[in-house]
């Protein structure tokens, strides 16, 4: 019964491949965010989806492109991997509320268990 | 430019007495702030939150302080327990039309010794 779930735990891989990570979430809630953490532990947003819409794209790589299937799943796929890319990627998930005339407010954000990529 | 800053990389506290937390911010259109505890090889778990209509929030031994003035926020945890120590990050976030990005800190490791 996991809420968020990243697979795999650990990535090894080569210059130049391609890899994705996957990501889902039981809880019910309509956004999902990718985050990056560097080797100084820095926890950066990469991209953030609701409703299966890009609303956050962060000065990433075009390398490095979302996709939302569903609610439910946003998965990262990564071209051609480059040594700077590894770090840990943590997905994440919240529950937004859009007010009529405010605009939408968005709660506290649920991680999942991170996806450590090393590329050699 | 870093907008939110945790200045002490580390703590140690006792076990039972007061461990505080702080957070500094820059960016005045944050009014929603947040505190996350990391376990290593685990992801950031959610401990409690603050609206910046508030100045205080509470929730069991963890007390969230802001000071919206000074830009600053701490994190109260008593009493202080072993299994407290962890990596804690606070993050902060303009709640309204902003996507839900949350900016980080770089994290307070805390220890607690029995």
């Known amino acids: 019964d996991t809420a968020v779930s990243q697979t795999p735990k650990y990535l090894v891989t080569q210059m130049g491949n391609d890899k994705s990570i996957k990501c889902e979430q039981n809880?019910?809630?309509?956004?999902m965010y990718w985050y990056k953490q560097d080797s100084k532990k820095f926890l950066k947003i990469m991209f953030s989806y609701n409703n299966k819409e890009l609303i956050i794209n962060e000065t990433v790589p075009n390398r490095f492109s979302p996709k939302s299937p569903d609610k439910a799943h946003l998965n990262l796929h990564i071209n051609s991997l480059e040594l700077g890319d590894s770090a840990v990627y943590f997905c994440a998930s919240s529950q937004s509320l859009t007010l009529a005339g405010t605009g939408r407010v968005f709660y506290e954000q649920y991680f999942g268990p991170g996806t450590r990529l090393t590329v050699t | 430019d870093q907008q939110v800053k945790q200045n002490s990389p580390s703590l140690s506290v006792q076990e039972g007495r007061i461990s505080i937390l702080n957070c500094d911010y820059t960016?005045?259109?944050?009014?929603?702030f947040l505190w996350y505890k990391k376990y290593p090889a685990e992801g950031p778990t959610f401990l409690i939150s603050?609206?910046?209509?508030?100045d205080k929030n509470e929730d069991g031994r963890f007390t969230v302080f802001l000071n919206k003035s000074a830009k600053h926020l701490s994190l109260h945890i008593v009493p202080s327990q072993p299994g407290d120590s962890a990596v804690y990050f606070c993050a902060a976030s303009g709640s309204w039309n902003q996507g839900g990005k949350l900016i980080f800190g770089q994290g307070t490791e805390l220890s607690v010794k029995p």
């Open positions: 603050i609206s910046s209509i508030k």
């Open positions: 809880l019910g809630h309509d956004t």
């Open positions: 960016n005045s259109m944050f009014d929603y």
